[in-house]
């Protein structure tokens, strides 16, 4: 069974970069598209970003666009958030998840897609 151990959350003012890991063991990695969701307080877990089991195709939510960028790095069993100039809407838990699946190439925007989830990282941003 897949484990999935978040780290990397914290405090930080707005304007200010945090970044998150998600280390995943149990199986082989390159075996799992990855993504990265959110949950605000009382709100629903939305999608962040994606990456396919290569690496090589991501998505990225418009919400974050051009300040968030996924990666992963399959030799260390990892994959990465990095979130730079954050802002107080970023506040929320942060979780990683894990699919397998067949097909190298693909992203996963849904959260239902995911069956191994990690838990979630508090992410803080004052103003």
């Known amino acids: 069974q897949v484990q999935l151990v978040v780290s990397g959350g914290g405090l930080v003012q707005a304007g200010g970069s945090l970044r998150l890991s998600c280390v995943v063991s149990?199986?082989?990695?390159?075996?799992?598209?990855m993504g990265w969701f959110r949950q605000a307080p009382a709100q629903e877990r939305v999608f962040v970003a994606a990456v396919s089991r290569s690496g090589l195709t991501t998505n990225h939510a418009d919400i974050i666009r051009g300040r968030f960028t996924i990666d992963r790095d399959n030799a260390k069993n990892a994959v990465y958030l990095q979130m730079n100039n954050l802002k107080p809407e970023d506040t929320g838990g942060y979780y990683c998840?894990?699919?397998?699946?067949?097909?190298?190439?693909?992203?996963?925007?849904?959260?239902?897609?995911?069956?191994?989830w990690g838990r979630g990282t508090q992410v803080t941003v004052s103003s």
């Open positions: 998840a894990a699919a397998d699946i067949p097909i190298t190439a693909m992203v996963l925007r849904s959260s239902s897609e995911y069956t191994s």
């Open positions: 149990g199986r082989s990695f390159s075996s799992y598209s």
